[in-house]
């Protein structure tokens, strides 16, 4: 049988899913509101493993990519035979 993994080694070995980006995204909100900044300095071990996850899901998460949709729409729309705003 394995042997069960700490939060702390399962961030060491890279033991958690960060392809879903909004997944990753709730779980570091929920980190975030379960630790303190006193965690920081005066932690426990469970805090350790804390603040491991949530490192190594910041560092490990997909990139996000803005979309300016209203530039898009605007160069749509002059493309296909219209005028810009104001003209």
Not at 6 to 13: E, G, K, N, V
Not at 15 to 38: G, H, M, Q, V, Y
Not at 73 to 79: F, K
């Amino acid at each position: 049988m394995k042997d069960k993994q700490t939060l702390f080694q399962r961030a060491r070995s890279g033991d958690f899913d960060t392809e879903n980006l909004l997944t990753n995204l709730n779980r570091c909100k929920e980190i975030a509101d379960t630790l303190s900044f006193s965690s920081i300095v005066d932690n426990t071990s469970r805090d350790m493993g804390l603040i491991a996850e949530l490192l190594y899901r910041v560092k490990n998460m997909p990139s996000v990519e803005y979309i300016d949709f209203e530039s898009m729409l605007e160069d749509y729309y002059i493309a296909s035979g219209g005028s810009r705003k104001g003209d």
